[in-house]
């Protein structure tokens, strides 16, 4: 017999809710994916009202929620993200107390759908940053803001800065920002352009249709692995969180101490800087274990919200894929942010050099794109120094 399509309104959600406290620490685990499938499918439910997918969802996860105030297409894609990662992220960390055919199909069908929902807005913020970043550094008038896609406008600019005086010493950097300015603004227009089509064809696809009715499903009913016939290797798994969530923070404090958190102690490390400034087309080596930290941070937040029951990510920031993100943790939430300016400024350098190696372009354009590029590598250095700074403070937490 065929297998029909189910309605999530008379499964979890409104369960979800009334949820009685947990019971043990599966029933905990279980509370927490129950919780972040409900915002999926609240968010799913949002964007369909908003308009942005002309597709729709699929029959399992339409009618998932009760009804909200209206919201834009930034708002339910990040709501998306949100609920996305911490379920891919919950998945990673506590697998062993999960179905692991389950568990392993789904945890990278929601990282594809998080990372291209979060492309859009990534090229929107990167194209805000420099150009406000040349205006600062030329002094110029203000540089035209983002332009929006289909209608749109998906950048969350922060209110401009005081306009600074212009120095005579700027007047080479002047004469190219405006041109550096519009080539980057043609740049990534069409590189957010092409993402926010890329996300509407995901949004439309049976793929995403297939991870929606997962999460419909996981709303309601959780595949630990203690639910199911106790094999062999599932009678010796471990059956609670506090192993899986501390080897999830000690993967963390050894990513961190294999950083070279000592010349990180200056928040212009001009060692680094050389190698940041060269020509060198790759990406600069010492970036990646600096994102590895940011993601594994990420994990052990999200593992001390299963924890605890408290989410540590609920308002608004200024991070360029992380928007929502924050944490009761104050040193955890000074770290991240560093982390996440650490992020911004590296791509931001990057697409900055990758303009500057367009053919053809004047050389003042070309002198523009090259100081922008060097300001966003001491953007890049002055946050690990910040979070170095950070990271060495007692934790300390929020009433």
Sequence with gaps: MAQRHLDPTDRAPAKAVAHPPPASDTDALASYLRAQATEFLRALRQHRESGASPNGASPAARSAAPPAPPTTHVDTARALRRAARRLSGTLHTFQPLLDADWAEGMRPELAWLSGTLAMEHAYASRLDRLLQALHRLSGSSPL??????????????????????????????????????????????????????????????????AVADKVALLASEVPLRTTGPLT????????????????????????????????????YNAQALVHGLSPDPSPHPQDAPWHQVRLLLRLHRYALEVLTGEPTGQTAGTSA???????????????????????????????????????????????????????????????????????????????
């Design 144 to 209: 035209p803001s983002p332009r929006p896609v289909s209608g749109r406008t998906t950048a969350t600019a922060s209110p401009p800065a005081t306009p600074p005086t212009a120095h005579p010493d700027r007047g080479n950097l002047t004469v190219g920002a405006a041109k550096a300015g519009a080539l980057l603004d043609r740049q990534l227009t069409l590189a957010r352009t092409r993402a926010h089509s890329t996300a509407l064809q995901a949004l439309g696809s049976s793929r995403f249709h």
């Design 321 to 399: 894929t992380d928007p929502d993100d924050d944490c009761a943790d104050v040193r955890l939430l000074a770290a991240g942010e560093a982390l996440d300016r650490h992020r911004d400024a590296s791509e931001a350098a990057a697409a900055a050099a990758q303009a500057a190696r367009t053919p053809r372009i004047a050389p003042a354009t070309a002198y523009a794109l090259g100081v922008l590029h060097a300001d966003q590598r001491h953007e890049v250095e002055a946050a690990r120094y910040a979070f170095q700074h950070s990271w060495h403070k007692e934790p300390i937490r929020l009433p």
């Design 232 to 267: 062999a290797p599932a009678a010796t798994a471990p059956t609670d969180l506090g192993p899986l969530a501390t080897a999830a923070e000690d993967r963390l404090t050894d990513a961190v101490a294999a950083l070279p958190l000592v010349t990180a102690g200056s928040p």
